[in-house]
């Protein structure tokens, strides 16, 4: 099993920028999970926004957030970061990290955090 948090929500205007952090721990090693960030804007589903593999050597990204948005990890900090450039309003969303499976890209994530709030003013 493992415990994740995110920090490093904040309100930010158009064109700003933000890290958020996922900090893991728990008794399976992090570097044996893919993990992700997903976002869910209010009265929408939640989605996948990024996804990154055990080592960081492999990420995948959804379309609106390519060359804005780089995932990392530092496995000596059980962390995930997600550094997230020029945003914009359609970014405001309760951000979540995800721990996965065996598999790259993973088919299902086991376990996620609480969330933490982003929210873009223009």
């Known amino acids: 099993q493992v415990q994740l948090v995110e920090s490093g929500g904040e309100l930010v205007q158009a064109g700003g920028s933000l890290r958020l952090s996922c900090a893991a721990s728990?008794?399976?090693?992090?570097?044996?999970?893919?993990m992700a960030w997903f976002r869910q804007a209010q009265g929408k589903e939640r989605k996948f926004v990024a996804a990154i593999d055990w080592n960081g050597y492999r990420t995948t990204y959804i379309d609106s957030v390519k060359g804005r948005f780089t995932i990392s990890r530092d496995n000596t900090k059980n962390t995930l970061y997600l550094q997230m450039n020029n945003l914009k309003p359609e970014d405001t969303a309760v951000y979540f990290c995800a721990a996965g499976g065996s598999t790259y890209p993973p088919s299902k994530y086991d376990y996620w955090g609480q969330g933490t709030q982003v929210t873009v003013s223009s």
């Open positions: 728990g008794r399976t090693p992090f570097n044996t999970y893919a």
